[in-house]
């Protein structure tokens, strides 16, 4: 079992940056593909970024277009960790941000989908304001 708890989050300005953290317990995500979803009210969960697992010569990533450029996914494996670096944040970026680990055993495997996911973090809320 992995556990996941999201921190860094609050209520910034337009144009603000913050960090958001996924720090996991239980077991090594070392083998996991780490996912950060958002969901605002009243939407559907969605997709903001996705890191590969670690093992390979070089981490591969993906991002959602409304985010590309803006924010920056990363890993600390000593630290079993995962961040969200968000910058220049935007009123539509408001939402509960939660991390999710996947079974990965490709060392390229960044998947999209949250049913690809078995592991996730209860979120932690972003709010951004003019």
């Known amino acids: 079992q992995v556990q996941l708890v999201e921190s860094g989050g609050g209520l910034v300005q337009a144009g603000d940056s913050l960090r958001l953290s996924c720090a996991a317990s239980?077991?090594?995500?070392?083998?996991?593909?780490m996912g950060w979803f958002r969901q605002a009210p009243g939407k559907e969960r969605e997709f903001v970024a996705v890191?590969?697992?670690?093992?390979?010569?070089?981490?591969?990533?993906d991002y959602a277009d409304s985010v590309k450029g803006r924010f920056t996914i990363s890993r600390d494996s000593a630290k079993n960790t995962v961040y969200l670096q968000m910058n220049w944040l935007k009123l539509e970026d408001t939402a509960v941000y939660s991390c999710?680990?996947?079974?990965?055993?490709?060392?390229?495997?960044?998947?999209?989908?949250?049913?690809?996911?078995?592991?996730w973090g209860q979120g932690t809320q972003v709010t951004v304001s003019s």
């Open positions: 890191i590969s697992r670690s093992g390979g010569s070089t981490y591969s990533a």
């Open positions: 239980g077991r090594t995500i070392s083998s996991y593909a």
């Open positions: 999710a680990a996947a079974p990965a055993g490709d060392y390229f495997y960044t998947p999209t989908r949250p049913n690809n996911y078995d592991y």
